[in-house]
């Protein structure tokens, strides 16, 4: 079976700083990897995705992603937060052996402090 | 380019009534799926379809119903509402290509009292 996990319920960063949200995996067969974000009272929205390739990741509002194989990681960065940026992030994994099933995390809530 | 959309977006219910939230896709995926997402609890799968005329459980399916009729529809069923199934509720579709992305509509704000 394949699954998600987000060590932190919570990441606290002020702004001007690097955020590093983490996200660890477990699938088998090729990894899809996805990170999602949801802002107050709003439906998820996509933010980067790894299909193959480059191992980083660049994706909407300056947001990145690295994947790691050998440590089946996939952590969300970003060089210069912004109060913006506080929401709620959801990574996401899909298989090529598991007809496209979508597994997520239990989330991390990002804040931003001024 | 409408995407996933989902209504209702609010809905109060008392205990024992049913409804149907309804979801459409103008995408031609032929994967949807249901969510509902509690505080703390993530998303979790309720149902979820690979294809018109076929549906699946997920995670936590007691309570709801789902068809697929078509590619573009799936609505989700209560059948008799419980204060346990307050929550919000997302559906979600994509293509069989695992590398395409997931979209999601914007939510169905559901309350049993």
């Known amino acids: 079976a394949q699954s998600v996990a987000q060590p932190e319920d919570q990441v606290n960063v002020a702004e001007g700083n690097p955020l590093t949200v983490k996200c660890t995996y477990s699938v088998s067969g090729n990894p899809y990897l996805f990170w999602y974000v949801q802002y107050p009272n709003r439906g998820l929205q996509f933010l980067l995705k790894y299909i193959t390739g480059d191992n980083l990741v660049k994706g909407s509002y300056g947001f990145e992603a690295e994947f790691n194989k050998s440590q089946t990681s996939f952590h969300l960065k970003k060089p210069s937060a912004l109060v913006s940026d506080s929401a709620l992030y959801f990574c996401a994994v899909r298989s090529n052996t598991n007809a496209g099933k979508s597994t997520f995390g239990d989330g991390t809530t990002l804040t931003v402090k001024p | 380019n409408a995407g996933v959309t989902q209504t209702p977006k609010f809905q109060v219910l008392k205990t024992g009534q049913s409804m149907t939230l309804q979801c459409a896709q103008d995408?031609?995926?032929?994967?949807m799926s249901w969510y509902r997402q509690d505080p703390g609890m993530g998303l979790r799968l309720i149902h979820y379809?690979?294809?018109?005329?076929?549906?699946d459980q997920g995670e936590v399916p007691n309570g709801y119903n789902v068809s697929r009729s078509t590619t573009e529809d799936f609505p989700l069923r209560l059948l008799s509402a419980a204060p346990s199934q307050t929550s919000v509720y997302f559906c979600?579709?994509?293509?069989?290509?695992?590398?395409?992305?997931?979209?999601f509509g914007e939510g169905s704000w559901l309350t049993v009292v």
């Open positions: 379809s690979v294809g018109a005329g076929i549906t």
């Open positions: 995408m031609n995926h032929e994967y």
């Open positions: 979600a579709s994509t293509s069989w290509e695992p590398g395409n992305t997931i979209y």
